[in-house]
């Protein structure tokens, strides 16, 4: 992960609404609620309880309930006739809900401040209401269903204006509700009109203040990119790639291969892309891991390569030129059936899991038990490099492991002290001419009963068993964005136990998972045993599985790859960064002094 993280911590603000008929219930009951608790605080109503109760709760179902279940079924088909984003009817009711909700707060005050004061403000407070919702109303559907202010004005109206009009019909009905006193009808729908033109021009500036920068920087408004991002993870919507296509710069990169090979062909596939499963969700490469190995009719690990957010693929299609590149790559390579046995070497917190296949090497990198993220590509070059150099090699694979979760601080970049450790690891590799056969099994589990909020992908594990002059290495793929700190150790400790001489835990960075609240969702924050149990099982597969095999490495450049780029993907993550700290001072200053002025008015305004 990296600073693209703050994106993600919009997801935190996503809600998991009601159903529609919730909603509807809810407004029904709450606004008979609101109505007779209106009556009973205020004494001129009448000295019947049982009375005020009834009429009360029908008065404030007629007001606000039916108002506002109105407003939602209007504002559905309007806002999707409008060509936005699609809204749901219980995205419409619900904000129709909780719309509702404040205003009511609003009245119940009004209603108690009149009695304590002796004054009547209960009108004003319900004008007062109508405007803040108003303001509410046009800032969500503004924000989330991209279409323009105005057509967002005039629909975001249609609750104020249902309200204050039923209100004047329940007036005229009856002479319960003697609230009008010195307000003309005309003068009633004036001083609405004028408040919510104060909160228009407020929202208009605000607009204009978050929008400016990324326009002019990224082409694409800040409210439209909002909306986009949330119609992804709310609905699944891929048009956010549409925006990352127009942004993006191709880059080369690399993709290391190795294939496991038996009389019949391939068995397995062990592949280390230097391609970030990102941006967001399934967007751009977020489901790399399950895309790219669902291309191949083998057995197929996709692990994670050293890459940052800065190599993410604009869109899913991308994942078609790595898939092209590891094709063709497999087309001529060289098999053998020598390999070393498993090793480690380490500097400092730096620990590298390594593995000869003829002269070929594997590299497995992680920090653990101290947090890491992901490890930029120009650093894993020059481990690549370094160890080519010192062993001889054609073909160095390096696998960023991912498997201790520290977030955006823990990121591997060059000049930091972790680089240096890294190659010192390197240095200490032992490159020793090697004779050994090899045996492989491999077995996966999709873990069905799980689900991407207990982080686990839709690859679930996948673990290749490798077995070299009777010691026995497994190689465990878990499907997911990290690991929480500590937990890789207790998986190591679990399947060891089962006769595993060597192993090493890996996720696959993916980022499917990442559409829950704040982005973070690492590996053992949810249903540690219950993983465990089916890392065990699985574990217990592969090692049945095993066979002798031959293997053959190849490091293939994928060219021409369309990412985010590590221009535009600083530019997108510094102008939304901004645009935060800026909107964190200019929106409470704009709004409060723009409700302020509305609470003036509205109360000592005359009319």
């Known amino acids: 992960m990296s600073s693209t993280d703050s994106v993600m911590g919009l997801s935190k603000y996503i809600l998991t609404l009601p159903k529609t008929k919730i909603s509807l219930f809810t407004m029904v009951f709450l606004s ?9 605080i205020d004494p001129t109503y009448g000295n019947s309880i049982g009375l005020d109760l009834l009429y009360g709760g029908t008065a404030g179902f007629l007001i606000f309930g039916l108002s506002s279940i109105m407003s939602g079924a209007i504002t559905q088909p309007w806002v999707n006739s409008l060509k936005g984003r699609k809204m749901k009817m219980k995205q419409s009711m619900f904000l129709s809900l909780f719309s509702m909700g404040i205003i009511s707060i609003i009245y119940i005050l009004g209603c108690g401040f009149s009695t304590i004061l002796n004054i009547n403000i ?162 751009g490469g977020g489901n790399m891991p399950t895309t790219l190995a669902n291309s191949f009719d083998h057995f197929t690990m996709v692990n994670h390569g050293p890459s940052t957010h800065d190599f993410n693929p604009v869109s899913a299609k991308e994942i078609v030129k790595v898939e092209k590149t590891i094709k063709n790559a497999l087309k001529d390579i060289e098999y053998s059936d020598n390999a070393s046995e498993f090793f480690r070497v380490s500097e400092n917190h730096a620990n590298i899991g390594a593995q000869f296949f003829g002269k070929d090497l594997l590299l ?24 080519k150099s010192k062993c001889a090699s054609n073909n160095v694979i390096l696998v960023d492991c991912h498997n201790s979760f520290k977030g955006e601080s823990g990121r591997v970049l060059p000049g930091n002290k972790e680089v240096f450790d890294l190659m010192g690891a390197v240095e200490k590799i032992d490159c020793k001419s090697i004779s050994n056969g090899i045996k492989a099994g491999c077995a996966y589990d999709i873990m069905e009963d799980f689900s991407k909020e207990d982080g686990i992908g839709y690859s679930g594990i996948k673990i290749l068993v490798l077995e070299v002059k009777n010691q026995k290495t497994a190689y465990i793929l878990i499907d997911g964005n990290n690991m929480v700190i500590g937990y890789r150790q207790e998986i190591i400790d679990r399947v060891k136990s089962l006769g595993i001489d060597a192993l090493e835990v890996m996720t696959t960075d993916t980022h499917s998972v990442n559409t829950l609240a704040g982005g973070h969702n690492p590996v053992g924050k949810n249903k540690k045993d219950a993983i465990l149990e089916h890392i065990e099982d699985c574990t217990k597969k592969a090692m049945l599985d095993l066979e002798p095999v031959n293997v053959g490495c190849k490091s293939a450049r994928i060219e021409n790859l369309n990412t985010l780029g590590p221009t535009n993907s600083t530019e997108l993550v510094s102008t939304i960064s901004s645009i935060v700290a800026v909107s964190k001072i200019i929106a409470p200053l704009i709004l409060l002094l723009a409700v302020f002025f509305v609470f003036v008015w509205t109360f000592y305004g005359i009319f």
């Not at 008979?32 to 009973?40: N, Q, T």
């Not at 990198?365 to 947090?371: C, E, H, Q, R, S």
């Open 122 to 283: 209960i009108l004003n407070s319900i004008i007062f209401g109508c405007a803040v919702i108003f303001a509410i109303r046009t800032l969500i559907i503004r924000g989330t269903s991209n279409i323009n202010l105005i057509n967002s004005v005039m629909i975001s109206a249609t609750q104020p204006v249902l309200i204050i009009s039923m209100m004047v019909v329940v007036v005229f009905l009856t002479s319960r509700l003697d609230n009008i006193g010195y307000f003309s009808i005309f003068g009633l729908f004036l001083k609405v009109l004028i408040a919510s033109s104060i909160l228009i021009f407020a929202i208009y500036s605000f607009v204009l203040v978050i929008e400016s920068p990324m326009k002019k920087n990224l082409g694409v408004g800040a409210l439209e990119f909002l909306s986009l991002f949330i119609s992804h993870i709310t609905e699944g919507s891929m048009a956010l790639e549409e925006i990352f296509e127009e942004i993006g710069e191709p880059v080369d990169t690399l993709v290391g291969i190795i294939s496991f090979k038996t009389s019949k062909g391939i068995k397995a596939l062990f592949l280390s892309p230097c391609v970030h499963p990102g941006p967001v969700g399934i967007i």
């Open 364 to 387: 497995l990198a992680t920090f653990a038990p101290k947090g890491f993220d992901d490890i930029d590509f120009g650093v894993g070059l020059s481990l690549i490099n370094l160890a």
């Open 32 to 40: 008979f609620i609101i109505g007779s608790i209106s009556f009973l």
